[in-house]
């Protein structure tokens, strides 16, 4: 029960996160010296039409008039409409959200199982040719550009070894629609050719974003792990005589793990801003492609509310690492 | 026969400045059912010796022997040691039980996970089953029920209760109560306790020592009591082994040791309690350094009695009374 009720004071508090995030989002998309309501009048318009434009749109309005009719039309649901594909945004969006969130769950968990038992072994065995390379290798990770490493695993195992495709999610038909997760729904519904060649497309795109979150927990679960080496508890269960499986692989790892999943709920920060790009890359039709096109067609409205519903996955995202954070450590769910 | 028997052991470390000679030629023997303090100050090697017996030295080398029931415990391998001694017929209570306890595991499941391998009517587990150790469930309901048990024998309130909690929802008496549970749970031949009251008030030490003491007597365990408090060792003690820079000086039947200590430092460090004028005579010098440490009696260079052969030598254990031996050139009169 506290924990729920832990839960639940959490997720209300991500509302006054959101409505922060709105007003931001908010204020960036009016400085940009763009005017979207010639915008949305057109090439030919005249000035006038432009005037008559922004008065119907209510872009003369005072700016925090405009901030409270926007406020007052999200809560109804309505994110305005986009001038690109003239549909709903909040339609748009959502028929995008499963790609973005299988993308990202792909590559966080990818993340996880490399992270977790390569800063573990680099723990272990410190000092060692391996742990020096392991640190190499993630310091490049946090080092390379996504969009570079992007090109560069494209042109690696797309045009070179010709082993993955080199965008898109899926070939031939998707299967039945039940999470809009196309790996999820196929495993539900025993469909293992789009298992196979959802997989097989989603494998290129989650490698780019996973690195550098691979990297991050390497970091921390090589740290965490040392620390937790140095405490006493070790040393006992050594006198006692438990196996060496469980003092590192349990007793070890869950003391460093706190560390580890605090870090895991920052990071998703940036794996949701590297799915921006990578998205865009590997035509991935999820927020992140959607965000980037957007931009490109001064879309403001539809800015907007993918940036909203990027910042309001983040915000999720928290809760549910703070939740298993209280799993992790008993201590924390009783603060 | 002795349950434990140490024969020139010798531990040596490596250190920046070279190997530091924290054992030099150890004996020790600890018969069944006794208990037997070890006792000397900080870094005299007591507890190098214990962590020698239950084979955990780390980056320590050992050299000697360490017979347990006849059985050679350095011959016999520091992976068999661990799955088939360590935990099972050898177990251990800690220093500091605060730190020693999982803090994110709760009580109980940190005696589950004991007893899923050191349960006293199990085989000891193969490696393979020690690889495969985070797959296979091992727990057993009636190990919960000794658990139990045992918390009652250690007088732990609620002991039902006590198997949820976490380490830290419980009190340092109580935590220590719980460790030496722990070591009395796999139904150990010998229990090697490092300074098992050093971390606890005053006023529980004396509680948790005299339970320990009345639980391996009852049990007929034998103890190894590694403490630097002469007091504590005189009340619970059948012999005393007095260390001193991984030395021992004199090894004694507690009352004869006592009585008519024959040792120069065990005289000073007698005199160095506080006596009923009420006045602390303390040694001079200080604790020489293991790296490189004086050759011969390493007490030579603070002794009142040194002579030039305490340097070049070191003396021979000589029984002078009945169990009563000693490691002098030139002991104190009786």
Redesign the interface.
């Known amino acids: 029960m506290p924990l729920l009720l832990r839960f639940g004071k959490r997720l209300v508090w991500s509302i006054g996160t959101l409505l922060g995030v709105v007003v931001i989002v908010f204020a960036i998309s009016n400085v940009i010296p763009a005017d979207p309501a010639a915008l949305v009048a057109g090439d030919s318009a005249t000035a006038e039409q432009i005037a008559e434009t922004r008065a119907r749109l209510g872009l003369d309005l005072p700016l925090y008039q405009q901030l409270f009719n926007y406020l007052g039309r999200l809560l109804q649901g309505d994110m305005g409409t986009s001038i690109f594909t003239a549909r709903p945004i909040a339609e748009d969006l959502l028929g995008r959200l499963p790609a973005t969130i299988e993308l990202a769950l792909g590559s966080m968990l990818l993340a996880v199982l490399i992270g977790i038992p390569v800063g573990v072994i680099s723990a272990l065995k410190r000092g060692s040719l391996l742990d020096h390379a392991v640190r190499v290798l993630t310091v490049s990770g946090f080092a390379v550009a996504n969009f570079w490493l992007a090109i560069m695993l494209q042109l690696l195992l797309v045009m070179w070894l010709d082993l993955l495709p080199l965008f898109g999610r899926i070939e031939g038909d998707a299967p039945a629609f039940i999470t809009g997760l196309y790996t999820v729904d196929a495993l539900l519904t025993g469909n293992w050719r789009a298992l196979g060649d959802a997989l097989w497309h989603l494998a290129l795109p989650s490698i780019t974003l996973a690195l550098p979150v691979a990297a991050t927990i390497v970091r921390f679960t090589r740290t965490g792990v040392l620390e937790a080496l140095g405490r006493p508890f070790v040393p006992y269960a050594q006198a006692m005589g438990l196996p060496p499986v469980i003092i590192v692989w349990r007793y070890v790892l869950r003391a460093a793990l706190t560390s580890v999943v605090t870090q895991i709920g920052l990071v998703t920060g940036t794996l949701l801003g590297g799915a921006v790009v990578v998205e865009a890359i590997f035509d991935w039709p999820g927020l992140g492609g959607y965000t980037v096109n957007s931009i490109m067609m001064s879309d403001y409205s539809a800015v907007m509310g993918a940036a909203l519903w990027i910042a309001a996955m983040y915000v999720i995202t928290n809760v549910i690492v703070d939740a298993v954070q209280a799993m992790v450590d008993p201590r924390a769910a009783a603060r | 026969m002795s349950l434990l028997e140490v024969q020139r052991l010798f531990v040596r470390y490596p250190t920046e400045r070279g190997p530091a000679q924290a054992l030099d030629g150890v004996s020790l023997s600890i018969g069944q059912g006794e208990v037997v303090g070890l006792v000397g100050e900080s870094g005299c090697g007591k507890t190098t010796l214990a962590?020698a017996v239950?084979g955990?030295l780390g980056s320590g080398e050992a050299e000697g022997v360490i017979r347990f029931r006849g059985q050679d415990l350095l011959g016999l391998g520091a992976d068999a040691v661990?799955?088939e001694?360590?935990?099972?017929a050898i177990?251990?209570v800690?220093q500091?039980p605060f730190?020693?306890?999982?803090?994110?595991?709760?009580v109980g499941d940190q005696i589950a996970?004991?007893m899923a391998?050191?349960a006293p009517d199990t085989a000891p587990?193969s490696r393979l089953q020690?690889?495969l150790?985070?797959f296979t469930r091992r727990r057993r309901p009636a190990h919960r029920d000794a658990a139990i048990a045992m918390l009652r024998d250690v007088q732990i309130p609620n002991p039902e209760q006590a198997l949820a909690k976490?380490p830290?929802e419980l009190s340092g008496g109580q935590r220590q109560r719980l460790?030496i549970a722990?070591a009395l749970l796999p139904q150990p031949e010998l229990i090697l306790a490092d300074e098992p009251t050093t971390a606890l008030d005053v006023t529980i030490q004396a509680q948790v020592l005299r339970l320990l003491h009345n639980l391996v007597r009852e049990k007929g365990v034998s103890l190894l009591f590694t403490t630097h408090d002469l007091g504590v060792a005189s009340e619970i003690c059948d012999r005393i082994v007095v260390m001193y820079a991984g030395q021992e000086a004199e090894v004694a039947p507690t009352r004869s040791f006592f009585a008519a200590p024959r040792h120069p430092y065990t005289a000073a460090l007698l005199q160095s309690l506080p006596n009923e004028q009420g006045v602390l005579r303390d040694i001079p010098g200080s604790i020489p350094p293991l790296v490189n440490p004086p050759g011969g009696c390493r007490f030579h260079p603070r002794c009142p009695n040194a002579s030039a052969r305490c340097a070049a030598e070191r003396p021979p254990p000589v029984e002078v009374a009945p169990g009563h031996w000693l490691r002098c050139w030139h002991p104190v009169a009786a």
């Open positions: 962590k239950l955990i661990r799955r001694i360590r935990g099972r177990t251990f800690p500091d730190g020693s306890l999982h803090p994110l595991y709760r996970d004991l391998w050191k587990p020690e690889r150790a985070l976490l830290s460790t722990m």
